[in-house]
C-alpha cells in the first residue's frame, strides 16, 4: 500500500522502463552448431509460455474451486533458499537481526522443479507443532492471491487455508460500507474462534494483512504457533497502519501517484476506501511477477477499506508478545520499499528475519517456490 499519508497530494512521477533480461547463449570456439541453438531457444519460449499458461490455468481453477470447495491443489513444484543465521539477542549493533538469504540469482522467474530436486521432501509433519498455515491477504487483494502458496503447501502434505477478509475477493460485502478493522477482519476472526481446543495455526500476513496478524495474535494468542509477516505492515502498540506509512512520507512517489480516493459519502467526508491505479500495478506491486499473473491481479484487485488503515491497534507483551514472529523482506519492493521494512524491523525486532532475493511486493508471484521454501523452514523452527 505505502505512503496512504499523502493522501491528497499528486506528484508526477517518471515511471522506470521495463527492462527485458535476454538468456545468455554460448557456444564452442569452433562450434557452428546455430540449428541446435535455435531449436534450444524455441524450446525454452515454449516452455515459459506453457508455464505463464498453467499459472493461469491455475489462478481459474482456484477461484472456481473457492466456491465450491473451499481450496484446491494444484501442481507447483518448490524451490530453495540457504539460511545464513545470525544471533541478534548476541549481536551489538542496533538493527542487526538474525537473517536468512535466497541463495538463488535474481531472476523475473522462478523456475519449477522436478519431484527429485525437491528441498523439503525430508519433512516430517508429525513431528511439527502445527502444519496448518492461514494465509492472509494484504489491501486490495483477496484469497486469489495465494494459489501458487496453497498448490504447493497441500502437495508438500500441509494444509493451507486462505480467506477473504470483508469486502476483499468473491466476499460480496461493499468496500466503501466497511467502518472498523474488526469488520473488516471478522472472517479471519470467526475462523480462528472455530477452531478446534487446542488446535494451532501459522499465520501468515501480507501488505496490510501484517495488521489484520496482528490483530489476531492479541484476540487468540493461545491459537497461533507463529506469525509470519511477509512484505507486511508490522505494528507497534498505538500504531495505525497510516501512521507506519507516514514515516516514509513524500519518498514513494509512485504510490501516491497510484492512489485513488473514494468518497462514497460525498467530497465533504473522509474517503471511504482507496483504488488503485491499473495502469501502475506492475510497476508498484508486480515488477517482478509473471505477466499473466500481474493481468490476473488487474482484474481480480478491490478497493482497500480507508477505515481500518486509519484505526491504531492495541498490542499487549502479554498476548501478541507471546507468539513468535518471523519477518520475510522483499527487496525489490516498490510499495514498502527496504528502508521501510527496515524501520519496522527495528522498532519492533522478530525473532527472525528472512530475505527473499529478486522478490518484488507480491512474492507469492515473483519468488512462489522460494516463498514456500521459507515457509516451510519457518514451520520446522523448534521452540527455544
Not at 499523502?6 to 527492462?19: E, H, M, N, S, W
Not at 473451499?70 to 530453495?80: C, E, K, N
Not at 525489490?332 to 519496522?344: T, Y
Request: aromatic share 8%; with cysteine; proline share 6%.
Amino acid at each position: 500500500m505505502g505512503n496512504l499519508c499523502t493522501c491528497f497530494a499528486r506528484k508526477t512521477v517518471k515511471k522506470r522502463p521495463v527492462t527485458k533480461r535476454l538468456q545468455n547463449h554460448q557456444s564452442g570456439p569452433n562450434s557452428s552448431n546455430r540449428w541446435g541453438r535455435g531449436r534450444s531457444l524455441k524450446k525454452d519460449k515454449l516452455d515459459d509460455a506453457l508455464l505463464q499458461e498453467q499459472a493461469l490455468a491455475a489462478a481459474i481453477l482456484f477461484r472456481q474451486h473457492q466456491h465450491q470447495n473451499g481450496g484446491v491443489s494444484l501442481p507447483f513444484d518448490r524451490s530453495a533458499s540457504l539460511r545464513y543465521p545470525n544471533s541478534y539477542s548476541g549481536s551489538k549493533k542496533a538493527g542487526q537481526l538474525p537473517r536468512s538469504s535466497s541463495s538463488r540469482a535474481r531472476s523475473l522467474t522462478d523456475p519449477l522443479l522436478q519431484p527429485h530436486q525437491l528441498v523439503n521432501q525430508d519433512v516430517k509433519l508429525d513431528n511439527l507443532e502445527t502444519n496448518h498455515f492461514v494465509l492472509v491477504h494484504g489491501g486490495g487483494f483477496g484469497a486469489w492471491c495465494w494459489y501458487k502458496t496453497i498448490a504447493l503447501l497441500e502437495e508438500g502434505g500441509f494444509k493451507a487455508t486462505a480467506v477473504d477478509l470483508t469486502g476483499s475477493g468473491i466476499h460480496s460485502f461493499d468496500t466503501n460500507s466497511i467502518t472498523s478493522l474488526s469488520q473488516y477482519m471478522k472472517p479471519l476472526t470467526d475462523f480462528l474462534e472455530k477452531l478446534p481446543e487446542g488446535e494451532k495455526v501459522i499465520l501468515v500476513g501480507h501488505d496490510f494483512g501484517g495488521a489484520c496478524v496482528s490483530y489476531a495474535m492479541e484476540l487468540f494468542p493461545f491459537k497461533i504457533a507463529k506469525a509470519v509477516f511477509v512484505a507486511a505492515a508490522m505494528l507497534t502498540n498505538g500504531q495505525s497502519t497510516l501512521d507506519m506509512f507516514s514515516q516514509q512520507a513524500g519518498s514513494n512517489d509512485l504510490m501516491r501517484q497510484a492512489q485513488i480516493f473514494l468518497y462514497a459519502n460525498g467530497n465533504d467526508h473522509p474517503p471511504t476506501a482507496i483504488d488503485l491505479d491499473k495502469s501502475l500495478l506492475r510497476d508498484l506491486l508486480f515488477n517482478q511477477s509473471p505477466s499473466k499473473d500481474v493481468a490476473l491481479a488487474s482484474v481480480s484487485m478491490r478497493p482497500i477499506p480507508f477505515a481500518p488503515v486509519l484505526e491504531k491497534l492495541s498490542l499487549s507483551d502479554m498476548r501478541y508478545g507471546s507468539v513468535r514472529r518471523f519477518y520475510v523482506e522483499t527487496p525489490e519492493d516498490n510499495a514498502i520499499p527496504m528502508v521501510l521494512q527496515e524501520s519496522m524491523l527495528n522498532s519492533s525486532p522478530p525473532e527472525k528475519v528472512f530475505r527473499l532475493k529478486g522478490a518484488d511486493h507480491s512474492p507469492f508471484f515473483s519468488k512462489p517456490q522460494a516463498l514456500h521454501k521459507l515457509l516451510v523452514e519457518i514451520s520446522k523452527i523448534p521452540s527455544p
